[in-house]
């Protein structure tokens, strides 16, 4: 993965797009959602700005694969922990739980990688976005992800 500044726009951007890839596919009204939501406004990106870390995590994604020797993309529980770990600013932190959310909300469920991400969030910043109930279990992600 690269590295970006600790509770960088980036940083918390990646956050957003490891939501939107958690279900294993990128779908329509995730990306929708992202311009209701004005996310990269709301992250202090310009929208071609954030639309090039989407693009970057999936390409360090696709690498992390190639190295390893994986056909597929994988969204690990450490990987989650990691990338998390990059905000540790509460209310950057907070605002990105609510795009996540926002974002897995666009299709109408919660798949099971959108709730281990949320979940993992949850736990590791101690904080729940507004309004949102998640599986008293999380899931364990146990199927590779596809990216591209």
């Not at 990306?31 to 390409?59: I, K, Q």
Request: proline share 7%; aromatic share 4%; charged share 25%.
């Amino acid at each position: 993965m690269r590295p970006y500044l600790h509770n960088s726009p980036c940083a918390a951007a990646r956050i957003v797009a490891l939501t939107l890839l958690a279900d294993g596919q990128l779908q329509r009204s995730e990306l929708s959602a992202l311009e209701t939501l004005h996310a990269h406004e709301r992250l202090g990106l310009r929208r071609y700005e954030l639309h090039a870390v989407l693009h970057d995590f999936c390409t360090d994604l696709i690498e992390d694969a190639k190295a390893s020797g994986d056909d597929n993309c994988r969204i690990t529980p450490a990987l989650i922990e990691l990338l998390l770990s990059d905000i540790d600013e509460p209310r950057l932190q907070r605002q990105v739980l609510a795009l996540c959310a926002g974002v897995a909300r666009a299709d109408g469920q919660l798949d099971d990688g959108e709730s281990v991400v949320l979940g993992t969030a949850i736990e590791q910043w101690g904080m729940a976005p507004p309004g949102f109930d998640l599986p008293r279990q999380r899931p364990q992600p146990d199927r590779p992800r596809a990216c591209a």
